[in-house]
């Protein structure tokens, strides 16, 4: 019973260890039957979280455009372990989340409408709710509003990234703290 449980769980889509765990405890499934059929399945390589992680990361990077944040934390919520999730958010390398950043923001800024602080407030925001940390998000916005129109790049001159950053910085760790 456990065995196909899992195997229709799999069936479905690739499944962590403790995705599989949970979906057994919800059955009714002993934790002792459990973990007989989940190292058995570790043993053979039917799950493997390592693997799992590292296309997790891959998928929801290029097909979402997610941060290292916002991977880590949905990792997290999968029950993957925390050293597993390191390794494969360690193959996503800063220049490649900053080059997410800017197609992203540049994808946004050809329907963006309206005011050059206003459109800059907007994809800042898009990228934070992705994940991206303050200077990333503030640097890829500032850098596509330069490039798009004179009054844009005006605007765009005005900002200083690095304050903003620090700012922005100061304001979550702020939050964190009062959270």
């Excluded at 002993?30 to 799950?47: H, K, M, N, T």
């Excluded at 979280?49 to 991977?71: C, K, N």
């Excluded at 994808?107 to 940390?133: N, Q, W």
């Amino acid at each position: 019973m456990a065995r196909e449980i899992c195997l229709r769980q799999l069936a479905v889509r690739p499944r962590t260890r403790a995705e599989l765990a949970g979906a057994l405890a919800k059955r009714g499934i002993s934790e002792q039957v459990s973990a007989e059929v989940l190292d058995r399945y570790d043993e053979v390589g039917i799950i493997d979280d390592a693997a799992f992680a590292r296309a997790w990361v891959s998928s929801r990077h290029s097909g979402r455009g997610l941060a290292r944040r916002a991977l880590a934390n949905e990792l997290r919520r999968k029950g993957v372990d925390g050293e597993v999730a390191t390794e494969a958010l360690d193959e996503l390398d800063e220049e490649t989340e900053a080059e997410t950043a800017r197609a992203l923001v540049e994808r946004k800024l050809r329907t963006a409408r309206g005011e050059p602080d206003a459109i800059f407030r907007r994809l800042v925001g898009m990228l934070a709710r992705k994940g991206y940390p303050p200077g990333v998000a503030i640097r890829a916005v500032k850098d596509a509003l330069a490039a798009q129109s004179a009054e844009a790049a005006e605007f765009a001159e005005q900002i200083d990234a690095d304050a903003l950053a620090d700012a922005e910085g100061d304001l979550e760790r702020d939050n964190r703290l009062t959270d």
